[in-house]
């Protein structure tokens, strides 16, 4: 997939993301606290999120009094991340060709932080190669990414339900290729890290639980309207809804808010999350 299509993808993506943008900070937030606590952002720090979506990071590097910088490939998000922390510059263009010395000038960045947004690039040794033309040296790389589709019932939990009623039916993403597992193997991702110029690469599990209970329920309601909002989801109810006989939708979501009851832990939808978190510095 080049990054064009990954950007139609995005722009499409964009509305369910930022709609349910509460739910993904609130399961994300072990996550982003990770992120934050490697990347040690302090006051007076310059930081570049990359595929800052709706600017959770930006918002956390502005809190504690640096200045930030979002790029994302996504018109929707970036306007949403403009408008939530206005303090931040947030630019819309492909992090991995875009002159980001010409488009965000200003002295070399501290650090470049990413939650889930370096994943989808066509040729990541280029992009992670433009990310540190911009970093200063001895600057930090941190960001977090997913490790295997096996291993993260993330991206099957209730999932499930609507792809087998799809045709064709959503297969798992191919090894390797742009996508939210696309640095499963860490092999790959050292390499590919090394490649691009960057040091010191450290690539560490980290294991944590997305709880979608947070407001005190069962988290059945806000992980359906996850479900719904990603690709499998959006599908389903752009192709699968108008098909079916009134009533059958509904139906169709029991099914899944069924199967989320199946596999509560504790009386909650708790989802695992196996993650790499990443560091690196650029040495020049
Ligand atoms: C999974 S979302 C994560 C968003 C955000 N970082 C968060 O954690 O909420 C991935 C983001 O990467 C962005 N993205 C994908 N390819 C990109 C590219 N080539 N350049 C910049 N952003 C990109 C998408 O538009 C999307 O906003």
């Known amino acids: 997939m080049t990054n064009a299509d990954m950007g139609r993808h995005w722009a499409d993506s964009a509305a369910g993301w930022v709609e349910h943008e509460s739910i993904f900070d609130a399961i994300f937030s072990p996550v982003t606290d990770a992120i934050l606590a490697a990347a040690d952002v302090r006051a007076g720090q310059r930081v570049l999120d990359v595929g800052c979506g ?14 930030a910088v979002g790029v994302d490939i996504s ?28 488009d965000a000038p200003g ?24 990310l540190r033309g911009v970093a200063a040296g001895g600057a930090q790389l941190v960001f977090a990414c997913w490790r295997t589709f096996a291993e993260n019932p993330m991206f099957t939990l209730g999932t ?16 390797d290729e742009p996508g939210p597992t696309a640095f499963a193997g860490r092999l790959r991702l050292e390499r590919l890290l090394a490649d691009a110029g960057w040091a010191s690469v450290d690539v560490t599990p980290l294991d944590v639980v997305l709880d979608y209970g947070f407001d005190g329920d069962d988290g059945v309601e806000q992980r359906l309207a996850t479900v719904l909002s990603v690709t499998t989801g959006r599908t389903a109810r752009e192709k699968l809804q108008p098909s079916l006989e009134p009533g ?37």
Do not use: I, K, Y
């Not at 970036?78 to 010409?102: F, K, N, S, Y």
């Open 54 to 67: 709706s600017g959770t990071l930006l918002a956390a590097a502005t809190v504690v009094g640096a200045t």
């Open 75 to 102: 018109p929707g998000m970036v306007a949403a991340a403009a408008a939530r922390v206005p303090a931040a510059t947030v630019l819309l263009g492909d992090a991995q060709t875009m002159d980001l010395t010409r």
């Open 107 to 130: 002295p070399p960045f501290d650090s470049v932080v990413s939650r889930f947004g370096v994943m989808f690039f066509a040729d990541p040794v280029a992009a992670f190669t433009n």
């Open 160 to 175: 499930t339900v609507l792809a087998e009623r799809l045709d064709p039916r959503p297969g798992p993403p191919a090894p």
């Open 248 to 284: 059958a939708w509904a139906e169709l979501l029991d099914e899944v808010r069924a199967e989320l009851r199946r596999h509560l832990t504790d009386g909650v939808v708790r989802v695992p999350a196996a993650l790499w978190l990443v560091t690196a510095r650029n040495p020049t």
